[in-house]
């Protein structure tokens, strides 16, 4: 092969094939007569492949939540010697027990560069998190920032799904389904456990991971808006089967109750030749996002511009949403546009994959893209003052929004810091100055010029 790593994975991801469809029953094979049919295992793979399971839920749960996929492969993920522990780098899970729970609001800018030869796996750097790995409850914020392809290693986390937002980058996602090619704007989902290796379609990649350890991502139900609407089921892009057929040493990186250890295989863990089944990666792409919104007055709550959410065993409680703050219309009458002033019983991780947030003042020192900002349970926040005083003013005829892509993860429990995030230099000083100045109106002489005021 000729070219640089870089130019060769360009070349690879252009006019990928894909099976389409969140939760289907997807079916690949690389190799006609590769995937068995009528039966998953029978006494002979086809082809001399082994047949092997990858279970994301437990054999038993409802059919209409059950994940799994079965793998035919060139040999099976058993042949491996042991694992042993490598260096967690920046890596942390929960229980996040390492800094006392802050209520204060705050905000970061984008990590800072990483040394040269970094790859996705050592690039990331955990901010916090909740729950407990070891409970499959909760999630974690993750950041990455990386310069660097993985080379003969491979990634997977036993602790969670990956929800992967590219923010500066596009990342090739070479898993044992296949592969997928994520830019940013769009979103990849690595099930708990599906091995895959990042390759770098620029010179570096940033953007943001939320480790989900509780049940699966889904759909959210759309209830009263009806059978379509925010993300379509068949804009989500799963892999079609590519194997590797490469002998030779390769590190397979597993995330194991909150420490990474590696073992050594002596061929490529990507030599699945064909698979079917619900328990695959996926792509999408935000801007296939069908915004609902207001068309009469007052602002929505974001639930409704929830991507994916993983449900709890409390109806309508999240253990974590992916939210996201696509371009649309805002044509509310009589109504405070942007999102209004709040305290949440559920904690909130914003990031900023491109332009401004309509909260949000930009620029240096603001909320820009890559930086990414925490309001945790029932800190008051909302407009900063300089939205607050436009919005409140504003000429209300139709305005698209269309400047910038933000997207939250909301979880049920407070998002408790690492120390390196409560002590990084990239950490924000004086973001509470953005509510300052905001001043009294209620009294005599206040109020909005020419409407009535308290006498
Ligand atoms: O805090 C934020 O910016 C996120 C958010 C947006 C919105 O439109 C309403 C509530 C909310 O928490
Ligand atoms: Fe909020």
């Given amino acids: 092969m000729t070219g640089t790593g870089e130019e060769r994975a360009r070349k690879t991801a252009e006019g990928l094939a894909h099976s389409s469809g969140f939760g289907n029953a997807h079916t690949s094979e690389a190799v006609p007569g590769a995937l068995p049919t009528g039966r998953n295992s029978p006494q002979r793979a086809p082809l001399g492949l082994y047949a092997e399971q990858l279970s994301g839920t437990a054999f038993t749960e409802p059919r209409a939540a059950n994940r799994r996929s079965w793998l035919y492969r060139i040999r099976p993920s058993a042949a491996h010697p042991p694992f042993v522990r490598a260096d967690n780098g920046g890596v942390r899970a929960a229980p996040f027990t390492g800094t006392v729970p802050d209520p204060n609001r705050l905000r970061w800018d984008p990590l800072p560069e990483p040394a040269p030869g970094t790859d996705f796996v050592a690039g990331l750097w955990t901010l916090g998190g909740n729950g407990d790995v070891t409970e499959r409850s909760g999630m974690a914020v993750h950041l990455y920032h990386a310069n660097s392809s993985m080379e003969r290693r491979v990634f997977s986390s036993a602790d969670g ?52 350890y509780g049940r699966p991502f889904q759909l959210p139900d759309l209830g009263p808006i009806g059978a379509n609407g925010l993300a379509n089921a068949r804009d989500f892009l799963a892999p079609v089967a590519a194997y590797e057929d490469v002998e030779g040493p390769h590190e397979v990186v597993n995330k194991f109750c909150g420490n990474l250890w590696t073992a050594t295989y002596d061929h490529s863990p990507l030599d699945v030749v064909a698979w079917h089944g619900n328990h695959v990666p996926y792509v999408y792409d935000l801007r296939h996002f069908n915004v609902i919104g207001s068309i009469s007055f007052d602002h929505p709550d974001p639930s409704i511009f929830t991507v994916l959410t993983s449900p709890s065993d409390t109806p309508g409680l999240a253990g974590v949403d992916f939210v996201v703050f696509a371009p649309r219309w805002l044509v509310g009458e009589d109504t405070f546009r942007p999102p209004y002033f709040h305290r949440n019983v559920m904690s909130e991780y914003m990031g900023l994959i491109e332009g401004a947030y309509d909260a949000k003042t930009g620029g240096k020192g603001g909320f820009v893209p890559g930086g990414g900002s925490l309001h945790n349970m029932m800190s008051a926040h909302g407009p900063d003052r300089a939205t607050y005083e436009k919005a409140s003013t504003a000429e209300l005829t139709p305005q698209k929004v269309d400047d910038g892509l933000a997207f939250m993860f909301e979880t049920r429990w407070p998002v408790l810091l690492t120390e390196q995030a409560r002590t990084a230099d990239h950490l924000q000083s004086g973001y509470d100055d953005v509510w300052q100045g905001l001043e009294r109106q209620w009294g005599p002489g206040g109020g909005f010029p020419g409407e009535p005021s308290r006498p």
Avoid: D, K, Q, W
């Fill in 161 to 212: 799904e990956l929800l992967i937002v590219p923010e500066r980058g596009g990342l090739l996602l070479r898993t044992e389904f296949g592969l997928l090619r994520a830019e940013p704007g769009h979103i990849a989902l690595i099930p708990r456990g599906v091995r895959f290796r990042v390759e770098l379609l620029a010179a570096s990649a940033r953007g943001y991971v939320c480790e989900n």
